[in-house]
Every structure is written in C-alpha cells, then in structure tokens.
C-alpha cells in the first residue's frame, strides 16, 4: 500500500480508550466496555475520571476500507479499522447517549461518543447494534440544515439556504452582518443519523417548520438561569425536542443538506430562531457527511473554531426549558 494515501488523512476522530469505560453496576462488574456479544443490557457504565481522549487519523485510500494513516496516536499506518456496533445508553437523568465501538487491527478496543460523557456518572446499556457494513464513520453525525431553511441576511431580509453564496453577509446574534465564507451541500438518505428533526412551526417561534440535523445545536437564552446549568445562553441539539408532537424525526425519502461557515462559530437565524453555523474543527468535521467535510478540508485546511459561548444543555434540563418555551410560544 503507498505510504503517499497512509499519509493523506480522510478524517480526525477523538476516541476513548474502551478500558476507560467500564461497568460500575450489573453482571460484569468491573469490566471494560466489550464487543456486543459480550456486554450485557442493564449493566451501568462509568467514565473513568481523568480519561483522555486519543486522536485518530484516518484514511480511505480505495475510498471504502478506513485505515490508520501517519499521524494517529494510536494503532500503525495501514491498520484496519473496523466499526463492531452501536451502544445505546441511558443516564441517569434520562439522557441517551449513543457510543460506536471500533477495532483497530492489532490494537485495542476505542470508543466514540456520539453525546458528551461525564465521569463518574452511571450510563445504563440499554441498546446494541451491530455494525451491518464498514460504513465510513463520517456517516454518522450531521450539523447541518434541510433545504428550503429560511435564514436572516444582514438587511433583514430572509432567504433558502439554497440561494445562498460564498461573501452574502448574513445576520448574527453576537457580530451584526458577518460574511458567509462557505456553503456545503450533500444528499443523504433520510434514515437513522441522517434522519432530520422537524421542529414544526411556532414550536420555538420559529415562522415555519425548522428542518435541521439531529445534533444541530439550538440557541436558548433563559431569563433565570437553571440550576446546574452554568450559564443562561444554552445550546440543545434538536434531537432532544422530539417529543411527537412539537418536533419529530422524518425518516423517509431522501434530504438535501446544507452547512454555513464563516471565519467564527456564530448564531445565526432559520426560520426566525437562532441557531449555531458550522463549528470547524477535528471533532465536528469528521462527523459531517464525507462530500462535505472533503471539501471543507481542501478549501479552508488551516480554519479552526472556538466554539461558541454557552452551556450544552442535555435531556435531564429539557422538562424546564420546554415548559419554559411552551409559555412564551403557546401552539
């Protein structure tokens, strides 16, 4: 195999080592996360505290079969990398969490999470699936908004994201006008992580039915802050709205995509509610769908964000700022 492909990485992931997360609670007490048919629905997970994350470097170079490519902090140039299944856990809270285990040819077990994980808190299993191709792991997470989104442009005016160009200025919350520096644009079908979440109009106060990607981040500002939470300014993934009613996933037909970048992490406006843009950076872009995050790489190879200010708010905080959203925008 050329040492020019192994040195030409397709995607960065950050991992946990499946030794750093281990059962704290059920039949196999004390033992490491396993492969699925050895890890038991029920058993209760713990973060090891102090656990740090490992940067994998991937490649493609037969643009299916994903290896280990110079760089990596783990495994040898040209090992195979396999993805084994899909876990499914459940907080304490009520939070669901979704990790992909992944082996490496003669390395260990690693993990990604899907969803942040706190140490020493308790994640029951509650679900496994088995990896039914060598997807690419890139496949899995989309930041991104459905076509049609009305977004605000810097007069006020609104307009698709579909008509909208590289250097349109475009409304923020926190910088006026700021000029969009890239739109990206890939088809997916609209299952399982591509899945949308439609969050139907006046859910939010939004003017029309907001279609985004099941861990595009919302925009809240909470008049009091909640407890627990450190800040007011909250960001949630839409997925944690779906409720059936007032959001729901659409899992049928296909989906057209669409990514906004500009030289910030900014909040910006769809359908009237504010959002956040495109947050660049390793962890975010080997989540994007590969049409994407390729020509993202290519174009701007040395753009890195800070993210935005503001508290991830997760499920066990939704009761109360739903409840909240429910009084100021009554359906």
Excluded at 136 to 145: E, H, P, R, T, Y
Excluded at 210 to 223: A, D, E, K, M, S
Excluded at 230 to 258: C, M, N, P, W
């Amino acid at each position: 195999m050329s040492n020019e492909l192994l040195s030409t990485p397709g995607q960065v992931c950050l991992l946990l080592r499946a030794d750093d997360i281990f059962v704290a609670n059920g039949a196999n007490l004390g033992d490491a996360l396993n492969g699925p048919d050895e890890v038991e629905l029920g058993d209760s997970y713990e973060l090891e505290p102090g656990a740090t994350p490992l940067r994998l470097v991937l490649t493609a170079p037969d643009g299916q079969i994903q290896r280990v490519a110079a760089g990596s902090e783990i495994g040898q140039p040209g090992a195979l990398v396999t993805l084994e299944g899909n876990y499914t856990l459940m907080s304490d809270e009520g939070e669901r969490v979704e990790l992909l285990v992944l082996h490496i040819e003669g390395a260990e077990r690693l993990v990604l999470p899907l969803s942040p994980l706190a140490p020493r808190d308790l994640y029951t299993l509650i679900q496994v699936e088995r990896a039914k191709s060598t997807r690419q792991l890139a496949d899995l997470i989309c930041l991104s908004f459905g076509r049609g989104t009305m977004i605000t442009m810097a007069d006020g005016q609104q307009r698709p994201i579909e008509s909208l160009r590289p250097g349109n200025k475009i409304l923020t919350r926190d910088h006026g006008g700021q000029s969009l520096r890239w739109v990206g644009q890939a088809r997916m079908k609209a299952a399982a992580a591509f899945a949308p979440v439609v969050i139907v109009a006046g859910a939010l106060g939004n003017s029309g039915d907001l279609v985004v990607g099941q861990h595009h981040r919302i925009f809240l500002y909470q008049r009091q802050k909640i407890a627990g939470l450190a800040t007011s300014e909250l960001l949630v993934q839409a997925k944690h709205f779906v409720d059936g009613e007032r959001a729901y996933l659409r899992e049928t037909g296909y989906i057209d995509y669409f990514s906004l970048i500009f030289d910030r992490h900014e909040i910006i406006y769809a359908e009237g509610v504010p959002v956040e843009s495109l947050m660049v950076s390793d962890a975010t872009v080997q989540r994007l769908p590969p049409e994407i995050a390729e020509a993202l790489r290519a174009q701007f190879p040395e753009l890195m964000h800070n993210p935005h200010f503001g508290t991830e708010a997760g499920r066990q905080y939704l009761d109360q700022i739903v409840s909240d959203l429910a009084a100021r925008h009554p359906r």
